[in-house]
């Protein structure tokens, strides 16, 4: 803490004092609080037993000498109970005040001027602080980036949809052992049939391959060949 009250020690301030207060707020600062300001009465005429006010980072404490000296009491109030504080210079001194939220005014008078303006300014940091809190900035490691190779995605094939008509006049499938088909191959002697067919029966056949064609259950070259055979014996 003395590290820290070094810069306080140039405002006029009364080192004894400085030194009394700071041995008595080592058991009553809390974790993670650090005295910012301390400013110390000056009265013109005795000031043997000063009060002063002490500014942390979390709150404000008056400090009053009691029984000649020998006691001090502690009043603190939390920075969030703060409503305001204010500075008000005289000939002989300048007065610090400060108001709660609870509507309660507490006034530390005969300050050095200095240390008064210190005192406002970090009291309005604090205050100012609430307001406004600001964010702790995130300390980012450094850290190795990998370097990402992006791979290209495999694009899937699209394939085009063709509007398809709708079927309404289905042909008769006639199964083969009625049409007379026959594979040559298979069948070789289908043509001795044919000859024994008369026009009209010809004619019936030839409209029946018409159909299988119109289905697709024959090629168009099979048909042909087809045709041409029956057209031979018309």
Known sequence: MLDNLKKILNEDQDPKAIEKITAKLDNLLMSHEEVGYIAVQKKPAVNMFPDSIVVTNKRIILCKPKNLGLSMEFIDYDWDDIEASFVKEGIL??????????????????????QARKLYTFAKEQLDLLKNPQMPPVVQEQSKVEEVIETPIATAEVVEEVATEEVTDFAEIIPVAQSGYRDEKQFPDDRSGLAELSQDELFEKLSNYKKLLDNGLILQGEYDALKKEILSYM
Do not use: I, R
């Open 93 to 114: 001194g300048a007065d610090f005040t400060f108001t709660t939220k609870s509507d309660l005014t507490h006034t530390v008078d005969y300050l050095p001027k200095n």
